[in-house]
């Protein structure tokens, strides 16, 4: 038999050990190769679907943006309408309350004057 000497033990062990090392950093890199082009899949499809997503977002902004000026617009005429409707209600107010307040006195007045001519007679 071939005598090993202590050296060629420890040789042998080491280089089992290194092997065992390798060996072990060889499956972790295949499976981070294997994540890593399981992440590269998911972003092009991720990719793949926002980018029509994003276009479409930006037309619907748009069309809103649109509809926004139309209510503005709307609203302005609106605002219009009420301070014309104030209006109008102010002139129709002051034109009926002074005559109103006129024939009111005038009715009582010849309310009066008819309590009195009863009463005298």
Same mark, same amino acid.
């Given at each position: 038999? +071939? !005598?090993?000497?202590?050296?060629?033990?420890?040789? +042998?062990?080491?280089?089992? @050990?290194?092997?065992?090392? !390798?060996? @072990?950093?060889?499956?972790?890199?295949?499976?981070? @190769?294997?994540? $890593?082009? =399981?992440? *590269?899949?998911?972003?092009?499809?991720?990719?793949?679907?926002?980018?029509? %997503? $994003?276009?479409?977002?930006? &037309? &619907?902004?748009?069309?809103?943006? *649109?509809? %926004?000026?139309?209510?503005?617009?709307? %609203?302005?005429?609106? *605002?219009? +309408? &009420? *301070?014309?409707?104030?209006?109008? =209600?102010?002139?129709?107010?002051?034109?009926? #309350?002074?005559? $109103? +307040? /006129?024939?009111? !006195?005038?009715? !009582?007045?010849? #309310?009066?004057?008819?309590?009195?001519?009863? /009463?005298? #007679?």
């Amino acid at each position: 038999m +071939i !005598a090993i000497s202590a050296g060629g033990v420890a040789a +042998i062990v080491a280089a089992v @050990f290194w092997a065992v090392v !390798a060996v @072990f950093i060889t499956l972790v890199l295949v499976n981070v @190769f294997r994540v $890593l082009e =399981s992440v *590269k899949i998911t972003l092009d499809e991720t990719r793949g679907q926002t980018t029509p %997503l $994003l276009g479409d977002v930006r &037309t &619907t902004v748009q069309e809103v943006n *649109k509809n %926004l000026d139309h209510v503005d617009g709307a %609203l302005g005429s609106v *605002k219009g +309408i &009420t *301070k014309n409707a104030e209006r109008l =209600s102010s002139v129709v107010e002051q034109a009926v #309350s002074s005559p $109103l +307040i /006129k024939l009111a !006195a005038v009715g !009582a007045g010849l #309310s009066r004057a008819v309590r009195r001519g009863q /009463k005298e #007679s």
